[in-house]
């Protein structure tokens, strides 16, 4: 298990930019593959990224693909989420998650640690 802790939401007007941030207290981040997901109000918890342990894939929901960018810092053992042109429908509780699966055949059922989450809120 991997304790991580997300910061960075807040609220930013239509367009606008945020980076999140998931510090991660393992000493072996670097070999967990890495993901976003966020969580709007009334809805089911949804994929949003993925990074593989060492930052040479990644992977993105279409409703985010061209705008959001994942990356790491194992040095830092530091997972990242740049978000621009937001859009109200990308207002959301952002969690940061774990995974020692195979990058190959990762699922959304597989990341097995997250963090306590952070709001992102974009206004129209």
Do not use: H
């Not at 040095?75 to 990308?90: G, R």
């Amino acid at each position: 298990q991997v304790q991580l802790v997300e910061s960075g939401g807040g609220l930013v007007q239509a367009g606008g930019s945020l980076r999140l941030s998931c510090a991660a207290s393992a000493p072996a981040f670097a070999t967990y593959n890495m993901g976003w997901f966020r969580q709007a109000p009334g809805k089911e918890r949804e994929f949003v990224a993925a990074i593989r342990w060492n930052g040479g894939s990644t992977n993105y929901a279409d409703s985010v693909k061209g705008r959001f960018t994942i990356s790491r810092d194992n040095a830092k053992k530091t997972l990242y989420l740049q978000m621009n042109t937001l859009k109200p429908e990308d207002t959301a509780v952002y969690y940061c998650a774990a995974s020692r699966s195979s990058w190959c055949e990762l699922r959304n059922s597989d990341f097995s640690s997250w963090g306590q989450g952070t709001q992102v809120t974009v206004s129209s």
